[in-house]
């Protein structure tokens, strides 16, 4: 039962920045480890940020370190991610995804339920 919906992307000039949302729903968010991804046109869907169920600890894929930031209010049952000096190549479209328990952080096989993707368009 439990369903995630991206929000939050658009048209945004090199160096400005974005806030993306993933609303949960289905189960108290504290049950699961969350992560985000982003995907170019015919490119692999690539790591991007993953946190922990009570937001402690975090990973950054290195293309975001520094820039991005991954967080998530349990009791507003969302995840964000807040996204500064955003540049060109971090065009792509984003998806939020549950961890699936037992797997690799950094890959799409170790998440388990998924949301539709936002658009996130990086002018220069």
């Known amino acids: 039962q439990v369903q995630l919906v991206e929000s939050g992307g658009g048209l945004v000039q090199a160096g400005g920045s974005l806030r993306l949302s993933c609303a949960v729903s289905?189960?108290?968010?504290?049950?699961?480890?969350m992560g985000w991804f982003r995907q170019r046109p015919g490119k692999e869907r690539e790591f991007v940020a993953h946190i922990s169920r009570n937001g402690i600890t975090t990973f950054y894929a290195d293309s975001v370190k520094g820039r991005f930031t991954i967080t998530r209010d349990n009791a507003k049952k969302t995840v964000y991610l807040q996204m500064n000096r955003l540049k060109y190549e971090d065009t792509a479209v984003y998806f939020c995804?549950?961890?699936?328990?037992?797997?690799?952080?950094?890959?799409?096989?170790?998440?388990?339920?998924w949301g539709q993707g936002t658009q996130v368009t990086v002018s220069p």
């Open positions: 289905g189960r108290t968010l504290s049950d699961y480890r």
């Open positions: 995804a549950r961890d699936g328990e037992g797997g690799s952080v950094y890959t799409t096989a170790g998440y388990d339920v």
